[in-house]
């Protein structure tokens, strides 16, 4: 009421700052004086509001008012700008960008000086921000916060520019930056992308989120009554990230990208994935996977693209495990690659299981069985062999463990401990059922066969050299055996007579494994194909899995080996791998050679 302490001190103030008008002020001062006025306004509002006892005593009334105005200017002419560091880049080996950052710019406002702006104006701002004045309106209406609201973000120069030119109170201009993706849906799930907050979502840009991102940085300014800066308080200077750069060959993953993209368009099928390392280095030259998105197009990133089948999709490898438990054997001495095996008369009966083989082939050599795919033949040479140790060779090779490839997502796959095997369960697993494993892990473990008998971690890292000894899993001279024998796959009367890279030896081996669904198997496969080249001595392990291909299309041979053609030859000529002019040699003419 008038007369009170409260009172008189308010209508003190109000008389100082009457005088105030009456002398010359420069425009900082009289910004100040107007925000004096806004404040004296609030606190006339709530004269009447309860204050605690201490404020009741006149000496300190002026310290509450103070701290009072201090406080209400602050918020009104002060603030914190946050300075973004700019992010490092991405780049494959050969130092070509797969991702940048650029400067781009967010427009706010403050809505207690928007108030002040005229609805002509702000409809001008509307349609500068492309938006309507109604979802412009309801964000100055509506406001996260008393003093701040983020109208767009991350928009052009451009529209940075036209926003100034408005000169509108209270809008005002954030330089931000937003991450770019030259080769888009090509390398996205390998790069893959950022959020708004900048930081990594998937792919190496969350795997190495702590490396790229800089340091944000900070600066204190005062503004005008317009919101203009007029002065800065204080600054920190932001610090940029580091570069990333990775294994992949950019010419490499385009030659992968495109020969699956094309395979998944030809065969019907639901999706597939690529992958080509470097068998000197362990490095991964390309990763490709279809369907794909555009992480520059954030409507594309759905889970089904997303997602990076060649780390996250388990499935049961067939017969590409073959080779493994048939080394294993090889290495221990219990047979060689002439040892005969009878699988007549095509089907073998192992407790109340049946298992089969397409034809009934009779009597074959060991690297026949290899060249024929012969499930019986590799389950009667698998169980041969002690349940823990042929379990210990699978989880030497990486199964049953995710790979470590500082990558986010990759799935361990399923292979159960060898205490828990029957017969029939070791049966199954030595050709590739009953057991789960990613297309990268497969990928890891035939490095043991394309070396020496040694297994080394793959890595999507740039490396400097070769790696020169990995874990031993086989002896040297069983990896050679397994690769001659494996050429014969690609030769007549193998499973991938398809494959054909000209003037260089290919071994390989083709997979097709029926899918489960609801616990039960279905028509429904995965195909795949994994290829060593040049085989004399190779250079590349080259893997493509192909799922749900559809009929005309159901084995590796025929809808796997087709888009290991493709990305062989490219790759080869691309990185200049001298051919080694063996096409002509039989599997079994070098594999005599090299026993010899």
Same mark, same amino acid.
């Given at each position: 009421?008038? +007369? =009170?302490?409260?009172?008189?001190?308010?209508?003190?103030?109000?008389?100082?700052?009457?005088?105030?008008?009456?002398?010359?002020?420069?425009?900082?001062?009289?910004?100040?004086?107007?925000?004096?006025?806004?404040?004296?306004?609030?606190?006339?509002?709530?004269?009447?509001?309860?204050?605690?006892?201490?404020?009741?005593?006149?000496?300190?009334?002026?310290? #509450?008012?103070?701290?009072?105005?201090?406080?209400?200017?602050?918020?009104?002419?002060?603030? /914190?700008?946050?300075?973004?560091?700019?992010?490092?880049?991405?780049?494959?080996?050969?130092?070509? #960008?797969?991702?940048?950052?650029?400067?781009?710019?967010?427009?706010?406002?403050?809505?207690?000086?928007?108030?002040?702006? *005229?609805?002509?104006?702000?409809?001008?701002?509307?349609?500068?921000?492309?938006?309507?004045?109604? =979802?412009?309106?309801?964000?100055?209406?509506?406001?996260?916060?008393?003093?701040?609201?983020?109208?767009?973000?991350?928009?052009?120069? $451009?529209?940075?520019?036209?926003?100034?030119?408005?000169?509108?109170?209270?809008?005002?201009?954030?330089?931000?930056?937003?991450?770019?993706?030259?080769?888009?849906?090509?390398?996205?799930?390998?790069?893959?992308?950022?959020?708004?907050?900048?930081?990594?979502?998937?792919? @190496?840009?969350?795997?190495?989120?702590?490396?790229?991102?800089?340091?944000?940085?900070?600066?204190? !300014?005062?503004?005008?009554?317009?919101?203009?800066?007029?002065?800065?308080?204080?600054?920190?200077?932001?610090?940029?990230?580091?570069?990333?750069?990775?294994?992949?060959?950019?010419?490499?993953?385009?030659? &992968?990208?495109?020969?699956?993209?094309?395979?998944?368009?030809?065969?019907?099928?639901?999706?597939?994935?690529?992958?080509?390392?470097?068998?000197?280095? +362990?490095?991964?030259?390309?990763?490709?996977?279809?369907?794909?998105?555009?992480?520059?197009?954030?409507?594309?990133? !759905?889970?089904?693209?997303?997602?990076?089948?060649?780390? %996250?999709?388990?499935?049961?490898?067939?017969?590409?495990?073959?080779?493994?438990?048939?080394?294993?054997?090889?290495?221990?001495?219990?047979?060689?690659?002439? /040892? /005969?095996?009878?699988?007549?008369? +095509?089907?073998?009966?192992?407790?109340?299981?049946?298992?089969?083989?397409?034809?009934?082939?009779?009597?074959?050599?060991?690297?026949?069985? #290899?060249?024929?795919?012969?499930?019986?033949?590799? *389950?009667?040479?698998?169980?041969?062999?002690?349940?823990?140790?042929?379990?210990? %060779?699978?989880?030497?090779?990486?199964?049953?463990?995710?790979?470590?490839?500082?990558?986010?997502?990759?799935?361990?796959?399923?292979?159960?401990?060898?205490?828990?095997?029957?017969?029939?369960?070791?049966?199954?697993?030595?050709?590739?059922?009953?057991?789960?494993?990613?297309?990268?892990?497969?990928?890891?473990?035939?490095?043991?066969?394309?070396?020496?008998?040694?297994?080394?971690?793959?890595?999507?890292?740039?490396?400097?050299?070769?790696?020169?000894?990995? %874990?031993? @899993?086989?002896?040297?001279?069983?990896?050679?055996?397994?690769? $001659?024998?494996?050429?014969?796959?690609? &030769?007549?009367?193998?499973? &991938?007579?398809?494959?054909? !890279?000209?003037?260089?030896?290919?071994?390989?081996?083709?997979?097709?494994?029926?899918?489960?669904?609801?616990?039960?198997?279905?028509?429904?496969?995965?195909?795949?194909?994994?290829?060593?080249?040049?085989?004399?001595?190779?250079?590349?392990?080259?893997?493509?899995?192909?799922?749900?291909?559809?009929?005309?299309?159901?084995?590796?041979?025929?809808?796997?080996?087709? #888009?290991?053609?493709?990305?062989?030859?490219?790759?080869?000529?691309?990185?200049?791998? %001298?051919?080694? =002019?063996?096409?002509?040699? +039989?599997?079994?003419?070098?594999?005599?050679?090299?026993?010899?």
């Amino acid at each position: 009421a008038p +007369g =009170d302490s409260y009172f008189v001190k308010i209508q003190g103030i109000l008389a100082i700052k009457n005088e105030l008008e009456n002398i010359p002020l420069s425009g900082t001062q009289r910004d100040m004086l107007l925000a004096m006025e806004n404040v004296l306004e609030q606190a006339w509002t709530f004269r009447n509001t309860p204050v605690p006892d201490r404020c009741m005593n006149p000496e300190n009334i002026s310290e #509450v008012v103070y701290y009072f105005l201090q406080d209400k200017g602050e918020a009104r002419y002060a603030r /914190t700008i946050t300075i973004a560091g700019s992010r490092g880049e991405i780049l494959d080996r050969n130092g070509v #960008v797969l991702a940048s950052t650029q400067p781009v710019r967010s427009i706010w406002a403050d809505p207690a000086f928007t108030k002040k702006a *005229t609805k002509e104006d702000l409809k001008k701002l509307a349609e500068v921000l492309g938006i309507s004045y109604a =979802d412009l309106d309801k964000k100055l209406k509506n406001p996260p916060s008393r003093n701040f609201v983020y109208l767009a973000r991350k928009r052009d120069l $451009a529209t940075a520019e036209a926003v100034k030119a408005l000169a509108i109170p209270g809008i005002g201009v954030q330089a931000e930056v937003l991450r770019e993706y030259p080769d888009g849906p090509v390398t996205a799930h390998v790069v893959g992308f950022t959020g708004w907050d900048d930081h990594g979502q998937e792919g @190496v840009e969350l795997s190495k989120d702590d490396v790229l991102t800089g340091k944000g940085g900070a600066r204190r !300014v005062l503004r005008d009554r317009l919101g203009r800066i007029v002065d800065d308080v204080w600054a920190k200077d932001a610090v940029e990230g580091r570069d990333v750069s990775l294994s992949i060959d950019s010419r490499v993953q385009f030659i &992968a990208y495109e020969a699956l993209s094309d395979m998944i368009v030809e065969s019907g099928a639901k999706a597939g994935a690529v992958v080509v390392a470097d068998v000197r280095t +362990g490095e991964i030259l390309a990763l490709a996977n279809n369907p794909t998105y555009d992480p520059n197009d954030r409507s594309t990133m !759905v889970f089904e693209r997303v997602r990076n089948r060649v780390l %996250t999709d388990e499935f049961e490898p067939g017969s590409t495990m073959k080779p493994f438990a048939i080394a294993k054997a090889i290495d221990m001495g219990i047979v060689d690659p002439l /040892t /005969t095996i009878q699988t007549a008369p +095509g089907k073998l009966t192992i407790g109340d299981r049946t298992i089969g083989d397409t034809h009934d082939y009779g009597l074959l050599t060991v690297a026949e069985i #290899v060249a024929k795919s012969s499930n019986i033949g590799t *389950t009667k040479i698998a169980l041969e062999i002690a349940p823990q140790t042929l379990w210990e %060779t699978y989880t030497a090779l990486g199964f049953g463990r995710a790979p470590d490839i500082g990558f986010p997502g990759a799935t361990a796959g399923r292979l159960r401990p060898a205490k828990s095997w029957r017969p029939i369960e070791q049966a199954t697993i030595s050709y590739g059922h009953g057991m789960t494993a990613s297309l990268m892990q497969l990928v890891r473990a035939y490095t043991a066969l394309a070396r020496n008998g040694d297994v080394i971690d793959l890595t999507l890292e740039k490396r400097e050299g070769p790696v020169e000894k990995g %874990t031993q @899993v086989f002896k040297p001279e069983t990896a050679r055996v397994m690769r $001659a024998m494996m050429m014969q796959t690609v &030769a007549r009367g193998g499973t &991938a007579t398809r494959v054909k !890279v000209a003037g260089y030896s290919v071994a390989g081996k083709t997979g097709t494994a029926n899918k489960v669904k609801d616990g039960r198997y279905t028509n429904d496969v995965v195909a795949s194909f994994v290829g060593l080249v040049p085989a004399t001595e190779p250079r590349f392990i080259i893997a493509v899995m192909v799922d749900e291909p559809g009929p005309k299309y159901h084995f590796g041979g025929r809808v796997a080996a087709p #888009v290991f053609n493709r990305v062989a030859e490219g790759a080869l000529r691309t990185l200049m791998v %001298t051919p080694d =002019d063996v096409t002509s040699a +039989g599997g079994v003419g070098l594999m005599a050679k090299i026993r010899h």
